[in-house]
């Protein structure tokens, strides 16, 4: 039996969907829609969190939560961890910071409905993209040609997925290594593999 990504195109599932190429695991794809993932009974007792990505592991067991997935991909021999302890206590620390802090900032800001009170929103917004300032320039004085190093690991598509989604709203254009970053992720060959296959998904 293989692997099940429950998730949707453009938001953490991406992060889980590029490792899965990258590391040649076969798998499907199973389209969720947020209103069905918050609802649908036999979802939320699987995941009682209600969002996604979450996997169902070839044993039938299910994993939730992004950064558990990906550390659950990583036990596997593979060149997506750094070789060296330094650099390994270097990608714990930033996996760390991208999933528990980088992450949820983005969500305030791109979400504030979720979390307060319309008359509450604006003020939320405005501090969460303060916030969002302060981690661009953690990030900018800390990425080389790769977050860790100069190889490729699963930070940097970790990373991609967050950048993707400021990127639009032109969060990027003061921090000139993160924006080269992302120019160079957008060529890696793994990206524009799942990119091509999400938009096939959109047209079935």
Do not use: C
């Not at 590029?18 to 794809?29: G, N, R, W």
């Not at 067991?61 to 990906?70: D, G, P, Q, Y």
């Not at 021999?77 to 302890?85: A, I």
């Amino acid at each position: 039996m293989k692997y099940q990504i429950y998730g949707r195109s453009e938001t953490g599932s991406d992060i889980i969907e590029y490792l899965f190429h990258e590391l040649s695991i076969d798998y499907e794809f199973i389209e969720v829609d947020e209103k069905n993932v918050k609802s649908d009974e036999k979802i939320l007792k699987i995941n009682p969190l209600g969002r996604v990505p979450m996997v169902k592991l070839p044993d039938g067991k299910f994993l939730i939560e992004s950064l558990a997935i990906v550390y659950h991909l990583l036990k596997r021999e593979n060149h997506l961890l750094p070789s060296t302890e330094t650099e390994m206590n270097e990608f714990h620390q930033i996996m760390a910071f991208m999933s528990s802090s980088f992450y949820p900032i983005i969500l305030l800001f791109y979400h504030p409905d979720h979390y307060v009170s319309d008359k509450n929103s604006e003020d939320l917004i405005t501090k969460s993209q303060n916030i969002l300032h302060r981690y661009l320039n953690f990030i900018e004085d800390k990425i080389g040609e790769f977050v860790i190093g100069n190889e490729l690991s699963a930070a940097d598509f970790y990373l991609f997925t967050l950048l993707f989604w400021l990127e639009e709203d032109h969060f990027l254009e003061n921090y000139p290594k993160i924006q080269n970053f992302y120019n160079k992720m957008l060529e890696n060959q793994t990206i524009i593999k799942v990119r091509n296959i999400q938009n096939e998904r959109k047209t079935v």
